[in-house]
T-cell receptor
Framework: NAGVMQNPRHLVRRRGQEARLRCSPM?????VYWYRQLPEEGLKFMVY????????ESGMPKERFSAEFPKEGPSILRIQQVVRGDSAAYFCASSKNTEAFFGQGTRLTVV | EDQVTQSPEALRLQEGESSSLNCSYTVSGLRGLFWYRQDPGKGPEFLFT???AGEEKEKERLKATLTKKESFLHITAPKPEDSATYLCAVQGGSEKLVFGKGTKLTVNP
């Protein structure tokens, strides 16, 4: 039973480019969460999605960031016009009921 | 606003030297308290969920306990492979998890 799959594992983007991060939840899980981890800081909630619905985006920056979880395919976290401050590890988690299981993350570096 | 504070920030132990990590929290309506282990460059690995004060859970050398204000992760006779950052998180009125900054544990052989 495969765990939460994230790709790519590492992503380098120049300032102003777009970054697309993908997350395939565990089989049978219908809840997807995105978290961001900055160096020396804890994991910060960004957004919670179910299939075709954004349930809670209270942690998502208002500008440049968007997320989707389509009926078919992985969840996508999209960052437009990236800036140096977007450099971080982005983790996706999925759950069926209570426990959330995390992927290995995508490490985004903006140069 | 839900908050989680973990202490100490870092802890060095000798192999076999038992100790405890602390997680203090404030949350409106605790639905669950979670412990995760995170190795460098990896995602958090789920360890335990605790739901109510007085609850305890064990897994190998780890034991998690919960009161109304804090949780402890007790590590008995640790081994070098227990070295990692241990994260505590709470779930309150919404689905999101609020994490502490973690305790970095190093176990020397």
């Amino acid at each position: 039973n495969a765990g939460v799959m994230q790709n790519p594992r590492h992503l380098v983007r120049r300032r102003g480019q777009e970054a697309r991060l993908r997350c395939s939840p565990m089989k049978g899980h219908s809840h997807v969460y995105w978290y961001r981890q900055l160096p020396e800081e804890g994991l910060k909630f960004m957004v919670y999605l179910q299939k075709e619905n954004i349930i809670d985006e209270s942690g998502m920056p208002k500008e440049r960031f968007s997320a989707e979880f389509p009926k078919e395919g992985p969840s996508i976290l999209r960052i437009q016009q990236v800036v140096r401050g977007d450099s971080a590890a982005y983790f996706c988690a999925s759950s069926k009921n209570t426990e959330a299981f995390f992927g290995q993350g995508t490490r985004l570096t903006v140069v | 606003e839900d908050q989680v504070t973990q202490s100490p920030e870092a802890l060095r132990l000798q192999e076999g030297e038992s100790s405890s990590l602390n997680c203090s929290y404030t949350v409106s309506g605790l639905r669950g308290l979670f412990w995760y282990r995170q190795d460098p460059g990896k995602g958090p690995e789920f360890l335990f969920t605790l739901y109510s004060a007085g609850e305890e859970k064990e897994k190998e050398r780890l034991k998690a306990t919960l009161t109304k204000k804090e949780s402890f992760l007790h590590i008995t006779a640790p081994k070098p492979e227990d070295s990692a950052t241990y994260l505590c998180a709470v779930q309150g009125g919404s689905e999101k998890l609020v994490f502490g900054k973690g305790t970095k544990l190093t176990v020397n052989p």
